[in-house]
C-alpha cells in the first residue's frame, strides 16, 4: 500500500483531522486596537488549546520603536485586560510569548520592510516554517492597498523557492463604495492571487452562523420549507443597545448602511437564501453565495425611500441613564446626517425565493443587543377550526438567535386544554448553552484558525464582495440624489417610526424581540 | 484532548418505593433543586440516556461518582444498573446540577438507580429511557457479550462505551470488544475509554509530521519502540501500547508478519511497509505510573536520504515532549500537557461524540491479528519445548 501524503495520515480519527502547517504570522498593525484585543489573545487562545503548530511565530510589524522584549510586555498588558481568565505568568504565557517578535517600520518605509524581510529569513529556518507566512493587515483601510503592493515589491507575496504559500488576511470595510472595492481588488490582486486573499468579515466565524448552514443542511424537515411556496417573509435583525463607543472619526464616514449591511447582514441574507453547494469545498460555497448576490434585486434611485428607512440616534435617557445623541458623540460631525439605524427590504429574484421580502435592521443604542433570523411562514389555507379561530392562529416562525442567547425557536399552534377547540401559539427553544453546557469560541479564532489551514470558506471572495457593493451602492446613490434625511429616534427604541411604517405597507410588522 | 472541568454542585436523592413513581419524585426533585439554586436559574436539558452496566455494587458505586461528575455537562437521564446490589427499594433517584460556563443558569441530569439483585434488568431499564435522545451504554468493567439480558439492553442503545484497560485481561477484553461491535452488523458506534487515554499520544506523535516536508518520514519507517509502564513480557502487552502500536501500523500500512517475545526484550512485531522490513518493540519498564501507560515511542526511518529519528517521551506524570534529531528542518523541542485522565473526563469525552471511531476499529482489527500471532508463536514453542 502506498501512502498518501498529502495529509497527515496519522491525524484521521483524532479531534483535530487537520493541523496548521508550520508558519510565520505577521501582523500589520501589530501595536493598534485590533491586534490587541483581538488578534493576540485569540492567537493566545490557541496556543492553549494547543492548536497552532510547532514551527510557529507572531511578527508584529508597526511604526513604533519597540524590541521584542517590551513588545511582549505590551500584548501581556493588553490579553489581561481582554479577559482575566487567561493567564499572563506561567508556562502557557512564556511558550507564548517566546513565540512573539517585533519588527520597526520607522521612518523608513523601505528599510522597515527590508528588516521585516530579514527577520522572517532568519526565523524561517530557525523554527522550520519552511517560507510559509501570513500577512494579516489590521492597519487603517486606507492603507491596505499600498501594504499590498509593498509586500509585492519587496518579494514578500510569493515564495521564492515555489514550497511555502504566502497569504494576506484583510479586515473590512473592504472599499466605501462599489469603485473603490473593485480598485482595491485590483490593487491586491496585483500583488497576491485570489486564492492568497482571505477577506474576513468575523460574523462568518460565529458558531450561530455557520449552524445555518447545519439546521438548513442536515435536516430533512427544514428545507423543503424554504421557498417562495411556503415561507411568507424573512426578517434579519441585527440590534445593537451601544452606541459608536470610539468609533466617532470611522462610523461619521460609514454609516451602518456600510458598516452591517453590505457585509454581515448580506452575508447571512446568503447563507439563508443559497442552494445547497455541492460540497462544503471553499468554492462550492462561496459560488451559491454568490448566485444569490447576484439575484438581489437592484434598487432604482427613485424606489430607494420606499424600500428604505435611515435613522439617527437622539439624546435621551437609556435604562435610566443619560445617553448622548449621535451628533454629540466624539469625532462626529455636529451636523452629521451619517445614518445609525437603517430598515431595507430586499427581494431575492430567482425561483425559491421569488416574491419573498427580506426585511433586515440594524442600528445603534436599540432595545436591546439581538441578532436573530426570523423566518415567518405563510399561514394555512384554511382554517379547519372555524372561521372564529381565524385570529388565533398566527403564522409559525422558524428563529434563528445569532446572539446573545444561541439557539433555535419554533412557534406552533397548540389546543388549549379543554373540551372546545382553542388555540394558542407556542414557542420551542433550543438554546445551545443548555444544550451543549460549553461556550463556542471566539469567532476570531475560528478564522485565524481557517486562514492558517489554507481554507477559504469563510472569507469573501473579489466577485462576490464587489457583488454585495452591486448591491448597496444603488442605495447611496438613491439617498444621496434624494438628499434622503435620517430620521430621529429615541436611544432604546426599535428604531424610528417610519421604519414600522415600511414593514407595516405590506401588511406586517417586525417582530418583538 | 478536551476537558470537562465542570464539578456539580449540588446533588440531592431519594430511594424510591415504587419504581412506577419515579417521574413524580423526580419532579420533586426538581422543584427542590430550583429552590436551592436561588437567583441562579435551573433548567433541564436532555441530550442523552446514559445507561450503565455494572456487575457488582463496588463499580456501581464507582460509575455513580463518574456519572456525578459528567451530567452536569452532558445533561440527561442516567440509569445505573446495579447488577448485584441486594436492597429493599428497587431503586433510588438523584438530581445532579452544575453551573454552566457563562454561569448564569444551573443544568441538572438525573442518575436512576436500579438495584437488579441477579435478577434481569431490561424489562426494568427499557421503560425508562426518554424517547427521541440517544442512548449510550456504558459498560462499566468486564464486558458480558454472551449474556442475553446484556444483549437485550445493547439492542435499544446508539453508542457503547466500553473500556479495554482491565489489567492482565487484553486478549478477552480486545476480543469482546470486537465481538460487540459486530453485533447487528455494527450499527452503533463504540468508544474504548482506553483508545481514548492515549489521544494524547496519538495527537503528540502525529504532531511530528504535520509539516509537509516531514512527513516523506513515514513511507520510510524502518523502527518503532514503544515503551509502557508494566512488569514483564511474559505474556500479552497491555492494551494501551497494544493499541497504540496497532494504530501506527494500521495508519502507516504495515503490515505484522511475526511476534516474538522474551523477558529481556519485550514484544518484537516483524512487518512490513511495502516491501520493506520493519520492527515494532513494545517494552514494558518498571515504573510509578499506572500499569500500562505509554512511556516514550521512538520512530525511525529514512527520508531524502537520510535517517531520522522522532521521540514523543513522557518527561512527567503530565507532560510529553517533542522531539527530533535535527537535519534539513529543525522544529522547536515541544512540551505538551498530557495529564493521567481521569475515567469521568474520559467517559465526557466518550458521550460527545456521535461518530463512528472507524480508525479505532481498524487498529483493533490489526491488534487481534498481533495477539493471533502471538499465540501462534507461545503454541510453537510449546510445541518445541514438549
Known amino acids: 500500500m502506498s501512502l498518501s501524503l498529502d495529509v497527515n495520515p496519522l491525524r484521521e480519527g483524532l479531534t483535530r483531522e487537520r493541523a496548521v502547517d508550520p508558519c510565520i504570522f505577521v501582523i500589520f498593525g501589530g501595536t493598534g486596537d485590533l491586534a490587541h484585543r483581538k488578534l493576540l489573545p485569540a492567537l493566545y487562545r490557541l496556543h492553549r488549546s494547543d492548536l497552532l503548530p510547532r514551527g510557529f511565530a507572531i511578527v508584529s510589524y508597526a511604526n513604533e520603536s519597540l524590541t521584542d522584549e517590551s513588545y511582549r510586555e505590551t500584548v501581556r498588558g493588553s490579553i489581561a485586560a481582554a479577559g482575566s481568565y487567561l493567564p499572563t505568568t506561567g508556562s502557557d504565557w512564556d511558550t507564548f510569548a517566546e513565540h512573539i517578535y517585533f519588527v520597526s517600520r520607522g521612518e523608513n518605509n523601505n528599510s522597515g520592510l527590508l528588516d521585516l524581510k530579514n527577520r522572517l529569513a532568519e526565523l524561517d529556518p530557525r523554527i522550520g516554517t519552511e517560507g510559509n507566512y501570513l500577512f494579516y493587515f489590521a492597519i487603517p483601510p486606507a492603507a491596505f492597498a499600498s501594504a499590498a503592493r509593498d509586500l509585492g515589491y519587496v518579494g514578500l507575496a510569493k515564495d521564492q523557492s515555489g514550497h511555502g504559500w504566502r497569504r494576506l488576511v484583510v479586515e473590512k470595510p473592504f472599499g466605501t463604495d462599489l469603485e473603490s472595492a473593485r480598485e482595491l481588488n485590483r490593487v491586491l490582486l496585483s500583488s497576491f492571487s485570489e486564492d492568497q486573499i482571505y477577506r474576513i468579515d468575523h460574523y462568518l466565524g460565529k458558531e450561530t452562523v455557520q449552524n445555518i448552514l447545519v439546521f438548513r443542511f442536515a435536516n430533512e424537515f427544514v428545507e423543503p420549507l424554504l421557498n417562495a411556496r411556503y415561507v411568507d417573509s424573512v426578517q434579519i435583525t441585527v440590534a445593537e443597545s451601544i452606541g459608536i463607543e470610539s468609533r466617532g472619526a470611522f462610523y461619521d464616514r460609514t454609516g451602518a448602511l456600510r458598516d452591517i449591511v453590505q457585509n454581515h447582514v448580506l452575508q447571512i441574507l446568503s447563507l439563508v437564501c443559497m442552494e445547497p453547494p455541492v460540497s462544503l469545498d471553499a468554492d462550492a460555497v462561496r459560488d451559491e453565495k454568490m448566485k444569490v448576490f447576484a439575484g438581489i434585486r437592484k434598487m432604482e434611485p427613485h424606489q430607494v425611500e420606499d424600500y428604505t428607512v435611515r435613522g439617527q440616534y437622539t439624546g435621551g435617557m437609556l435604562l435610566g441613564e443619560k445617553a448622548r445623541s449621535y451628533r454629540e458623540e466624539r469625532d462626529v460631525d455636529p451636523d452629521s446626517t451619517t445614518e445609525t439605524f437603517i430598515a431595507a427590504k430586499f427581494y431575492v429574484d430567482n425561483w425559491r425565493w421569488a416574491g419573498v421580502p427580506f426585511y433586515v435592521r440594524t442600528g445603534k443604542r436599540l432595545a436591546k443587543r439581538v441578532t436573530e433570523i426570523g423566518i415567518q411562514l405563510k399561514t394555512v389555507p384554511k382554517i ?8 388565533e392562529i398566527t403564522p409559525n416562525v422558524i428563529a434563528l438567535n445569532i446572539q446573545p442567547d444561541e439557539g433555535i425557536s419554533m412557534i406552533f399552534q397548540a389546543k388549549v386544554p379543554g373540551l372546545d377547540y382553542r388555540i394558542q401559539p407556542v414557542k420551542m427553544d ?71 411604517d415600511l414593514i407595516r405597507r405590506d401588511g406586517r410588522g417586525w417582530r418583538r424581540l | 484532548m478536551n476537558e470537562h472541568k465542570k464539578t456539580y454542585e449540588t446533588a440531592v436523592s431519594e430511594s424510591v418505593k415504587n419504581l412506577s413513581s419515579l417521574d413524580s419524585r423526580l419532579t420533586a426533585l426538581y422543584t427542590q433543586a430550583i429552590e436551592q439554586g436561588g437567583a441562579v436559574p435551573t433548567s433541564k436539558a436532555v441530550m442523552l440516556n446514559l445507561v450503565i452496566y455494572a456487575a457488582n455494587t463496588e463499580l456501581a458505586d464507582r460509575a455513580f461518582e463518574n456519572a456525578s461528575q459528567i451530567l452536569s455537562h452532558l445533561t440527561g437521564r442516567t440509569i445505573l444498573v446495579d447488577l448485584a446490589a441486594k436492597k429493599t427499594q428497587p431503586a433510588s433517584v438523584s438530581l445532579i446540577c452544575g453551573i454552566s460556563e457563562r454561569g448564569d443558569k444551573r443544568l ?19 421503560p425508562l429511557l426518554i424517547p427521541n435522545v440517544p442512548v449510550y451504554l456504558w459498560v462499566y468493567g468486564e464486558i458480558h457479550s454472551e449474556d442475553a439480558d446484556f444483549i437485550d439492553l445493547l439492542r ?71 515503551r509502557y509502564s508494566g512488569s514483564d513480557a511474559s505474556s500479552v502487552p497491555e492494551s494501551a501500547p497494544l493499541l497504540f502500536a496497532s494504530w501506527l501500523m494500521e495508519r502507516l500500512g504495515i503490515a505484522p508478519t511475526e511476534v516474538f517475545h522474551s523477558r529481556d526484550e519485550g514484544y518484537r512485531i516483524s512487518a512490513r511497509q511495502d516491501d520493506r522490513p520493519v520492527v515494532v518493540r513494545l517494552f514494558p519498564e518498571p515504573s510509578k505510573l499506572r500499569t500500562g501507560r505509554l512511556l516514550s515511542v521512538t520512530m525511525n526511518c529514512g527520508y531524502n536520504g537520510k535517517a531520522g529519528t522522532f521521540t514523543t517521551e513522557a518527561v512527567s506524570d503530565t507532560q510529553l515532549s517533542l522531539t527530533e534529531d535535527c537535519r534539513d528542518i529543525c522544529l522547536p523541542k515541544k512540551v505538551i500537557e498530557a495529564p493521567d485522565i481521569a475515567d469521568a473526563q474520559l467517559a465526557a469525552i466518550a458521550l460527545s461524540s456521535y461518530r463512528k471511531d472507524r480508525v479505532f476499529m481498524k487498529s483493533i482489527g490489526l491488534a487481534l491479528q498481533i495477539l493471533r500471532q502471538l499465540e501462534l508463536a507461545d503454541e510453537k514453542s510449546t510445541r518445541f519445548r514438549l
Open chain 2, 108 to 126: 441538572c441530569g438525573e442518575v436512576i438507580r436500579l438495584y437488579a439483585d441477579g435478577g434481569p434488568v431490561s424489562g426494568m431499564t427499557l
Open chain 2, 156 to 226: 435499544v442503545a446508539d453508542h457503547v462505551v466500553v473500556d479495554s484497560r482491565i489489567s492482565g485481561k487484553t486478549a478477552p477484553n480486545l476480543r469482546a470488544i470486537d465481538r460487540l461491535s459486530k453485533i447487528d452488523e455494527g450499527r452503533r458506534s463504540l468508544r474504548d475509554l482506553g483508545w481514548i487515554s492515549i489521544q494524547d499520544w496519538r495527537e503528540a506523535t502525529a504532531q511530528h509530521f504535520d509539516a509537509p516536508s516531514l512527513r516523506r518520514c513515514l513511507e520510510q519507517i524502518a523502527e518503532v519502540t514503544v
Open chain 1, 384 to 391: 379547519l377550526f372555524g372561521e372564529s379561530h381565524r385570529d
Open chain 1, 430 to 500: 433550543f438554546a445551545y448553552e443548555s444544550a451543549f453546557g460549553e461556550s463556542a469560541p471566539d469567532a476570531y479564532e475560528r478564522l485565524l484558525m481557517d486562514a492558517m489551514l489554507g481554507d477559504a470558506g469563510l472569507f469573501s471572495r473579489a466577485d462576490s464582495l464587489e457583488a454585495t457593493w452591486e448591491v448597496v451602492q444603488p442605495i447611496l446613490d438613491g439617498w444621496r440624489i434624494k438628499n434622503t434625511s435620517a430620521y430621529p429616534y429615541l436611544p432604546g427604541s426599535w428604531g424610528p417610526r417610519e421604519s414600522s
